[in-house]
């Protein structure tokens, strides 16, 4: 299978990315250290080619009812222009079919962005949806999507912005900006400070020399990971997926319920399981000891077992952490890993881990 490139596949070999396959793209893994991609992000600047995810316009006459029926969220909440929210789009039985950002841009509509490995499968959900409705569904393949994250993200990208983005700066979270080509958002999935920064595909090699000649460092898929588990951010496919429902995800708070009338995809699934008391929890936890958590660990609780769904070293905090899903009516007294058949102790946390650099553990 020939694997698909972003408009920035010869800057990535330039750099001496180890590049891997991924959801069908081949990607930079990392550029050499990823502990130190890591800590660059932490302390410094650093910037990610995500141009694998894609971006969709939705636009239309019923386009704000469409997708008011369509997101466990509710996008009525977005009631200026440049707004916008997270939100999970559900099945019928409430499973998370993907994870996504949605902006609200005016007479523009709305923009979506979901990610790489559901992409299509996303595309084909919201026309099916979409029906007979007055709603034009708008893939955008040609554009390519920059993030730069980290304490000097902000001083680092405004001298590159076009004169009429430079509002970007002031911008606050969940909030964006565009002209005619570029939009520029005040969102990220690292924890840190930053944009994420949408423009046609032929523009992004210039900006990305740019940036690295501001001092940027290109980062890679491997510390972006490490970065969100961090940022106790949840990875579609793995901390969630359509087998499970936000409500076991510790995605609850994303799920607006009211108005009661507003009929959701998902949502009577969502309700009966909250009736019947919701069965599980996703929470985060801290190994008490050598080693490292990784998905699939059996986990011990004193209500019965769970599993790591994401697991890693924390560079920031120098211990192992993780998520994972066990039963709701664990207390996380006597919890333990199971690691080589040896049971290690792990602390109940609740994410994130870290904050804009800082350790969030008590």
């Not at 010869?10 to 396959?21: G, K, T």
């Not at 606050?172 to 990220?188: D, H, I, L, S």
């Not at 949408?198 to 970065?227: F, H, K, S, Y």
Request: aromatic fraction near 6%; glycine fraction near 10%; charge should be negative.
């Amino acid at each position: 299978m020939t694997l698909k490139t972003t408009p920035l596949h010869a800057a990535h070999r330039r750099a001496n990315a180890r590049l891997v396959d991924f959801a069908g793209w081949e990607m930079p893994l990392n550029y050499g250290s990823q502990l130190e991609e890591h800590k660059r992000v932490r302390t410094a600047a650093g910037v990610f080619d995500v141009s694998h995810m894609r971006v969709v316009d939705i636009q239309g006459d019923a386009a704000r009812d469409f997708l008011r029926h369509l997101l466990a969220n509710d996008v009525a909440k977005l009631q200026e222009s440049g707004r916008a929210l997270y939100s999970c789009m559900l099945n019928a039985d409430g499973g998370v079919l993907d994870d996504l950002i949605v902006y609200q841009r005016g007479a523009l509509g709305y923009r979506v962005v979901v990610n790489a490995a559901t992409a299509e499968a996303d595309i084909a959900h919201l026309q099916t949806v979409a029906g007979g409705r007055a709603v034009r569904i708008e893939p955008r393949p040609e554009l390519a999507l920059l993030a730069v994250q980290g304490p000097e993200a902000v001083a680092k990208v405004l001298p590159l912005l076009p004169d009429d983005l430079q509002t970007a700066g002031e911008l606050r979270a969940f909030r964006a900006v565009w002209n005619a080509e570029w939009m520029v958002a005040r969102t990220g999935y690292t924890g840190e400070d930053g944009f994420e920064i949408m423009l046609p595909g032929e523009q992004a090699p210039a900006l990305w020399a740019a940036l690295l000649d501001a001092g940027v460092q290109p980062i890679g898929l491997g510390a972006r990971d490490t970065l969100r588990l961090e940022a106790g951010m949840n990875l579609y496919g793995t901390d969630m997926d359509a087998t499970t429902t936000p409500l076991v995800s510790n995605l609850g708070w994303t799920v607006a319920w009211e108005p009661a009338e507003r009929d959701f995809i998902g949502r009577a699934a969502l309700e009966r399981q909250r009736a019947e008391g919701v069965p599980e929890k996703l929470v985060g936890l801290v190994l008490e000891g050598r080693g490292v958590l990784r998905g699939g660990v059996h986990i011990d609780t004193d209500a019965g077992p769970g599993r790591v769904t994401s697991g890693s070293f924390s560079p920031t905090l120098g211990v192992s952490i993780a998520l994972a899903r066990i039963p709701a009516a664990a207390t996380g007294a006597g919890c333990t890993a199971d690691l080589r058949g040896k049971a290690w102790p792990v602390r109940i946390v609740k994410p994130p881990f870290v904050r804009h650099g800082q350790s969030q553990l008590e």
